[in-house]
Antibody, heavy 120, light 106 residues
Framework: EVQLVESGGGLIQPGGSLRLSCAASEFSVSSNYMSWVRQAPGKGLEWVSVIYDGGSTFYADSVKGRFTISRDNSKNTLYLQMNSLRAEDTAVYYC??????????????WGRGTLVTVSS | DIHMTQSPSTLSASIGDRVTITCRASQSISSWLAWYQQKPGKAPNLLIYKASTLESGVPSRFSGSGSGTEFTLTISSLQPDDLATYYCQQYNSYSTFGQGTKVEIK
């Protein structure tokens, strides 16, 4: 079955770091644009980051310099390294596959999400 | 950054009603717009892309239209399963989402 499964969320103190993982099945992460989208509790959706099939990466201004998107082709897994976490980073983080246009595209496959809570 | 504004924020309608949700972009995005449905506690699900193309497997009662800065999502005959929040997304310049429209069944 084509699917994405996120892991790595949890409770973390402000200023801390966390790495999210997203394991893909039945398709290749390296052959697609892949992205992270987050949703704060009770709020709307916010695009976070994208990695192109060629390896280029881009970020929303709200996370630039603090978050790093990457992938391990051998494990067919996408990552999001989150540093200097703030309370406003509290959200469910979704891993998505992107049907690319040019800078990004639309999100045709979503994982179930993993909750990150930043609190002391 | 391109700002997306949806209206209304909440919509209450009866089964069988025709429902329309509007999404406006702060600048032209051509037809680079998608619509998603999110049911409570679930991940979003793609309904429509490129403003009017129905994703495979999505019921034909859903349709999308528009270009430039104004777009609509229409449900031709509201069903109980359509209780959800709907989001528009522009992908002309990276990505931004509308704030969502919650559809309630009257």
């Amino acid at each position: 079955e084509v699917q994405l499964v996120e892991s790595g969320g949890g409770l973390i103190q402000p200023g801390g770091s966390l790495r999210l993982s997203c394991a893909a099945s039945e398709f290749s992460v390296s052959s697609n644009y892949m992205s992270w989208v987050r949703q704060a509790p009770g709020k709307g959706l916010e695009w976070v980051s994208v990695i192109y099939d060629g390896g280029s990466t881009f970020y929303a201004d709200s996370v630039k310099g603090r978050f790093t998107i990457s992938r391990d082709n051998s494990k067919n897994t996408l990552y999001l390294q989150m540093n200097s976490l703030r309370a406003e980073d509290t959200a469910v983080y979704y891993c998505t596959r992107v049907i690319s246009t040019w800078q990004i595209g639309y999100f045709d496959l979503w994982g179930r999400g993993t909750l990150v809570t930043v609190s002391s | 950054d391109i700002h997306m504004t949806q209206s209304p924020s909440t919509l209450s309608a009866s089964i069988g009603d025709r429902v329309t949700i509007t999404c406006r972009a702060s600048q032209s995005i051509s037809s680079w717009l998608a619509w998603y449905q999110q049911k409570p506690g679930k991940a979003p699900n793609l309904l429509i892309y490129k403003a009017s193309t129905l994703e495979s497997g999505v019921p034909s009662r859903f349709s999308g239209s528009g270009s430039g800065t104004e777009f609509t999502l229409t449900i031709s005959s509201l069903q109980p399963d359509d209780l959800a929040t709907y989001y528009c997304q522009q992908y002309n310049s990276y990505s931004t989402f509308g704030q969502g429209t919650k559809v309630e069944i009257k």
